[in-house]
């Protein structure tokens, strides 16, 4: 198996069948061996039967059907881990990714890309709701990660299967599989994509999502930066608040032994055992932190890298 489309729908009854058409015939002309993964993700509208009708008629079609609505990411991951192909692309249910793109990001990868990302770049979405709060978060997403993108947003996106085995999804964690993938080393290529308007059924998504996006991407970038050595992070902030409250806790101790200068009326005093306190916390939480990674890797046999490749030519035995 070439490729593997993924799609989750959530409710997109008046959108999967003309979906299928469409991405079915852009799929034929590719000559590649390829699979439809459809994700309904708890759908309460009829959506999993027409899939199921779609399925009997089309071989190439696969139909994960969740128990309940998990929400969109979660159904991803359930796409991928069904997911055959050597090639895994990913896009929306709605008919907004226009499915005429999925050969290009494909031919990406084959210049020797891992991951080939859609760039809306004339999106077509409310601006107040949408447009502004994902403007941004990508400023801030390509601030905090390393990897550059202008539109993190899109799910139109085409990954080797090993970039998309190699991560777990949490949360609302889609939108950062190319900063979570950047942990293992990828090459991200980014491809102009065409966006439509949806034209039928409803967005599942409002101006909520700008804080939960915010709150993962601060757990993105902890997972990136300090997965394997958290007392880096923790053991920084408290050493500095520590030593902080330790020397201003001192510089009364002498005033007051020495020159007989009262403690009372001093606010700096509360500050200085504020600190010590804060800083022996934070240093426990790193230590802490420190033990989890542990259980987190080695009871799992994790390895805290990633090879590329082997060379050795003892040969066997
Ligand atoms: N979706 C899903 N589960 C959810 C919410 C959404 O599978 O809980 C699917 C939805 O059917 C669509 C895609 O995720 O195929 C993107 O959703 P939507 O179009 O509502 O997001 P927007 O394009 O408005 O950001
Ligand atoms: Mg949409």
Request: proline share 4%; aromatic share 8%.
């Amino acid at each position: 198996m070439q490729l593997s489309v993924v799609i989750p729908v959530y409710n997109e009854a008046e959108n999967v069948a003309a979906l299928h058409q469409e991405l079915s015939g852009v799929l034929e002309g590719m000559g590649v061996s390829y699979e439809v993964v459809y994700v309904d993700d708890g759908s309460t509208d009829g959506t999993f039967d027409l899939l199921g009708e779609i399925a009997a008629s089309d071989p190439a079609v696969v139909v994960v059907g969740l128990r309940r609505n998990f929400g969109q990411t979660a159904a991803l991951s359930a796409g991928f881990d069904h997911a055959q192909g050597e090639v895994v692309v990913t896009m929306d249910g709605d008919l907004q990714n226009d499915p005429a793109d999925i050969p290009t990001l494909v031919a990406k990868l084959d210049e020797g890309y891992d991951i080939a990302a859609g760039w809306r770049h004339d999106r077509q979405d409310a601006w107040l709701s949408r447009k502004l709060p994902s403007m941004l978060a990508n400023g801030l997403i390509s601030l905090t990660t390393k990897v550059k993108l202008h539109d993190y947003g899109c799910t139109l996106k085409a990954f080797r299967k090993e970039v998309v085995d190699n991560i777990k999804l949490y949360g609302e964690m889609h939108r950062f599989i190319p900063a979570i993938a950047s942990w293992m080393g990828v090459k991200i290529a980014e491809v102009k994509v065409n966006h439509r308007p949806r034209r039928a059924g409803q967005s599942k998504y409002g101006i909520s999502r700008t804080p939960r996006v915010l709150l993962d991407l601060l757990t993105v970038k902890f997972l990136l930066s300090y997965a394997t050595r958290p007392i880096q992070i923790f053991g920084k902030w408290g050493l500095l608040c520590g030593m902080t409250g330790v020397g201003l806790g001192l510089y009364y101790t002498i005033e007051k032994l020495f020159f007989g200068i009262p403690l009372a009326g001093k606010p700096g005093l509360i500050l200085a055992v504020l600190l010590i306190l804060v800083g022996v916390q934070l240093i426990s939480l790193g230590l802490l932190g420190e033990l989890q990674v542990r259980t987190y890797y080695e009871t799992q046999c994790k390895p805290t890298y990633r090879v590329r490749t082997i060379l050795d030519r003892r040969g066997p035995g």
